[in-house]
T-cell receptor, first 112, second 115 residues
């Protein structure tokens, strides 16, 4: 099941720089997209989301961009901080559904 | 801050044995979910539960799986006869409203190892 795909399994970035995480999807029925963050030994926690009627949503240091025609979304973290080191999951949901479809995750390491 | 509690954190069992994974959702939440993540793979939806019945389930959630809310606080996932491929981290989640995935709270997970 490759409906949601994160092609970069890992990303290393210097503190203060921008982290860009990418996510692609294939199911055109997805209408809502979310990013979750996961630390070791913890469950995923919600980070930021975007509706398919928007192309950008910003919350502090986190911005999500959606390109519907390309079926692509990205998460920008700027500036990156060491506490941002975690696994980030992209997830999507259809208008009628109640289940999240996750990507495989991207492990981010922010170096001090 | 309220949290979803899962017990045990680790469970080791023999193939063919029954296991029950336990979850205590946040007290005023009405929607409950189980997800799992096999090592190296994606987090996958198993089942959603509302008003004492399953509202949606995935193909993974076959007859070997069942869920129950035996009292007002616990939400359990039972696997009747475990297989090697059931080894995974199982996450319970809950929300106050349906489709409220911004306020979907996950537990820390139960790591199930089937030998």
């Amino acid at each position: 099941d490759q409906q949601v795909k994160q092609n970069s399994p890992s990303l290393s970035v210097q503190e203060g720089r921008i982290s860009i995480l990418n996510c692609d999807y294939t199911n055109s029925m997805f209408d809502y997209f979310l990013w979750y963050k996961k630390y070791p030994a913890e469950g995923p926690t919600f980070l930021i989301s975007i509706s398919s009627i928007k192309d950008k949503n910003e919350d502090g240091r986190f911005t999500v961009f959606l390109n519907k025609s390309a079926k692509h979304l990205s998460l920008h973290i700027v500036p990156s901080q060491p506490g941002d080191s975690a696994v980030y999951f992209c997830a999507a949901i259809t208008a009628a559904g109640n289940k999240l479809t996750f990507g495989g995750g991207t492990r981010v390491l922010v170096k001090p | 801050e309220p949290e979803v509690t899962q017990t045990p954190s680790h469970q080791v069992t023999q193939m063919g044995q029954e296991v029950i994974l336990r979850c205590v959702p946040i007290s005023n939440h009405l929607y409950f979910y189980w997800y799992r993540q096999i090592l190296g793979q994606k987090v996958e939806f198993l089942v959603s539960f509302y008003n004492n019945e399953i509202s949606e389930k995935s193909e993974i959630f076959d007859d070997q799986f069942s869920v129950e809310r035996p009292d007002g606080s616990n939400f359990t996932l039972k696997i009747r006869s475990t297989k090697l491929e059931d080894s995974a981290m199982y996450f319970c989640a809950s929300s106050e409203r349906g489709r409220d995935h911004e306020k979907l709270f996950f537990g820390s997970g139960t790591q199930l190892s089937v030998l």
